[in-house]
């Protein structure tokens, strides 16, 4: 059965994933009309849902809510995902069909504005191997001289079928508090979520999964959408009173412009959605294996266990400090030593410096070419922390360059962390820094950058542009336009999308670097948290996790070796400890659950993950890879008396028997998956277990 029928009669289609479908249909005045998002139908089946749906303009309250880009004009009175204003003052469009075709998979109905040069191009593309739909919008302006201005252009909407209630998931956070998952009902209203930073941000993520009140982490109807975009971007959800639930989204926050200039053509980011009847863990497997499959560029590849400096030299990095670390590190079992902050000109604290990418040569007399040496000499990749986008005032760059920052005239400009934001909407700023990146990578051995991104936008202006906003959306582009030359020049070169910690985390900068770095809070127990709600979209592959002191930095916690190794062994692996100060018996220690996470590191990476418990004192997660299940449960505190029971597991062969790789154990998996996997916990707080088993 193709993915794609288009039935003219109606002027209907219908695009099917392997287990769902979705269908969509031109109206009498050739508005795109929602049909259908969810279990799959048969042609037949969509075409009696395609004559149910009623017509344009036949409701009082407007038509907005069912269409798969809500414009703006006639009686449409809910959020609009296209708002555009012609050189005349008129605002809205009226469509005339233009066409639609059909590739691979990839579909595009084209739509012309009536009066005006305006065409509107709605992308659908759909895979033989995933239940994930990308869609996206790309909006043209043919007239040979006349500006077109874009209030604005979301990549899709998506509509749900009509249900007496609905409860939308998403995540919030702060710096330090990233991917707080949060569920609550859809109030009748416009709810809008967004980053208005230039950045995906800390405090929402353009991931949101939407259900009727019902369903749970292993059942029920789940709607889920991600935006692939990391800068500003919003995300409107309306529930009218009349119970029309649809979402509006794209790149760029309100109030933004953008004038397309004749002939000019914008092209917004994909927005991709997933419905499932497996409730919210079908969802997330069904965005890891998508991610998987269709965004990351090296998903085959075990993502290497790292050690990274910040935590335990902060801003006193050189060469022989580093160096005692790379000894300590390689002991371990490390495969990637990546040297953090404070390597590079006058930057000896935040103050200072940033913007002046050479070693500093009282810390580095020799430049970083003997420390790269010693790193690959050991047997491990060398990798290096970079802050491409932003600028200290007091650096030779921004004295070269004060234009070369965001601003505007007569505002002041705000200092964050006593940095600036670089405009890398600017052609030379962004020619410069793929220059001096690319000289980098090349002259040190770098096998591994840190890509991090530690301020938010503010004065976002472009002084003497005619069309300044733009910036906000071109400097986006151009940190994927300099990573995607990077990558293309230096194939062996692997990336890590940091912006001070989770700041920029999205499907777009996954498209284009390898992990993420999750957070800058390293407490294991906080972590739990926080990976529960980042493994809602992104798989356990992507997530940067390592194992830091006790007490820890942000929190003051102790916690137990053990424990902080078990949680952060949930994703990549790294160690960010000061392994100088670590005990002979922690090194021992530290190496043997290094070695263990390498003998697991292929159901955890690359593994379908389970999330088995994660309400009350016990979480948990399992992975599944071929005829391996990987457990891992932590458990913070407990009251006396009250040992979590039997862990049951999911996806096993009921008719196989697995053994505990460690312990010799065996058990049944019809035993495992009805009445559960007896957990060994030590006691005391902060108890924690990895279970290896085999079939
Ligand atoms: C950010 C990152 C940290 C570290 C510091 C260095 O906060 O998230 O991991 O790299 O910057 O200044």
């Known amino acids: 059965m193709p993915h794609l029928l288009f039935e003219p009669h109606q002027r209907l289609w219908l695009l099917r994933t392997p287990a769902t479908s979705y269908a969509v249909r031109l109206d009498e005045d050739d508005n795109v009309r929602h049909v259908h998002w969810g279990a799959a139908l048969t042609p037949a089946q969509a075409r009696e849902l395609a004559e149910r749906t009623p017509p344009a303009g036949s409701s009082f309250d407007g038509t907005a809510g069912a269409e798969e880009l809500a414009g703006e004009g006639g009686a449409r009175f809910g959020p609009p995902g296209l708002q555009v204003r012609f050189a005349d003052g008129t605002r809205g469009v009226e469509w ?43 909006v043209e302006n043919r007239d040979e001289r006349l500006p077109i201005t874009v209030q604005r252009c979301d990549s899709a909407s998506w509509t749900l079928p009509r249900r007496r209630d609905y409860r939308v998931s998403h995540l919030v956070g702060g710096w330090n508090s990233e991917f707080q998952l949060r569920r609550a009902g859809v109030p ?42 990391s800068g500003s971007w919003r995300i409107t959800l309306h529930r009218d009173p009349a119970g029309r639930t649809t979402w509006t989204g794209g790149h760029g926050h309100e109030g933004l412009t953008w004038s397309l200039a004749p002939g000019e053509t914008l092209d917004t980011p994909v927005f991709a959605g997933v419905f499932t009847t497996g409730g919210f863990g079908a969802a997330s497997r069904a965005w890891h294996a998508y991610v998987g499959r269709h965004v990351l560029a090296h998903p085959g ?58 070693p500093n040569p009282d810390r580095f007399p020799h430049g970083l070419r003997p420390l790269s040496a010693e790193v690959h000499r050991l047997g491990m990749l060398f990798g290096l922390w970079v802050e491409p986008e932003m600028v200290n005032p007091d650096s030779d760059l921004y004295r070269a360059h004060p234009d070369w920052v965001l601003h505007m005239a007569h505002r002041d400009r705000t200092e964050m962390r006593h940095q600036l934001v670089l405009n890398l909407a600017r052609p030379d700023t962004c020619e410069w820094a793929h220059a001096w990146l690319d000289r980098l990578v090349d002259e040190h051995d770098i096998d591994f950058l840190k890509w991090d991104a530690n301020r938010p936008f503010t004065e976002a202006g472009w002084p003497g542009h005619p069309d300044p906003d733009r910036l906000w959306i071109e400097h986006t582009r151009s940190v994927y336009q300099i990573i995607d030359r990077l990558r293309a020049d230096h194939p062996g070169l692997r990336i890590e999308a ?32 926080i990976q529960h709600g980042f493994s809602q979209l992104f798989p356990a592959q992507v997530m940067g996790a390592w194992v830091t002191d006790s007490p820890n930095v942000a929190t003051a916690r102790e916690t137990p070796l053990r424990f902080r190794f078990h949680v952060a062994m949930a994703g990549a692996l790294g160690v960010g400890g000061d392994l100088t100060s670590w ?23 690359h593994g379908t993950a389970y999330r088995l418990a994660g309400d009350g004192a016990l979480t948990a997660v399992g992975y599944a890879h071929e005829d391996q299940f990987v457990v891992l449960a932590w458990c913070p505190s407990r009251p006396f ?22 312990t010799g154990a065996t ?19 902060h108890a924690s277990v990895l279970v290896h088993l085999a079939r």
């Open 498 to 529: 940091c912006a001070g910690g989770g700041g920029r985390a999205d499907l777009g900068i996954l498209a284009r670097t390898d992990q993420v770095w999750t957070s800058d809070n390293t407490d294991a127990v906080d972590r739990i948290g």
């Open 667 to 685: 058990y049944s998996g019809a035993v495992l998956m009805r009445s559960g996997l007896p957990l060994s916990l030590p006691k005391g707080d």
């Open 301 to 358: 590849e075990p993502r290497p266990v790292l050690y990274n400096s910040w935590e335990a030299t902060g801003f006193d990095v050189d060469e022989a400090g580093q160096a005692a670390l790379v000894a300590r590190a390689a002991r371990l079992g490390v495969e990637l030593f990546v040297v953090d902050d404070g390597w590079f000109g006058g930057r000896v604290s935040d103050r200072a410096g940033l913007g002046d990418w050479t």
């Open 96 to 138: 005339r069909y233009a066409g639609h075709d059909d590739e691979d998979g990839h579909l595009r109905i084209h739509l012309d504005d009536r009066h005006y040069p305006l065409r509107v191009t709605l992308h659908y593309r759909v895979y033989e191997d995933s239940d994930v739909i990308e869609r996206w919008t790309t």
């Open 641 to 662: 008396g009250h040992e979590p029971g039997p862990l049951r597991l999911a996806a096993l062969d009921p008719d196989a028997t697995y053994r505990d790789q460690d």
């Open 188 to 229: 009748v209203a416009e709810t809008v979520f967004t980053s208005r930073r230039g950045m995906t941000s800390h405090h929402a993520n353009p991931w949101l999964a939407l259900d009727d009140g019902t369903a749970g982490e292993e059942h029920g109807e789940v709607w889920s959408t991600a935006l692939a975009w």
């Open 583 to 605: 005990t002979e018996d922690e090194l021992k220690e530290a190496a043997e659950m290094v070695a263990t996470y390498k003998r697991v590191r292929p159901a955890v990476q």
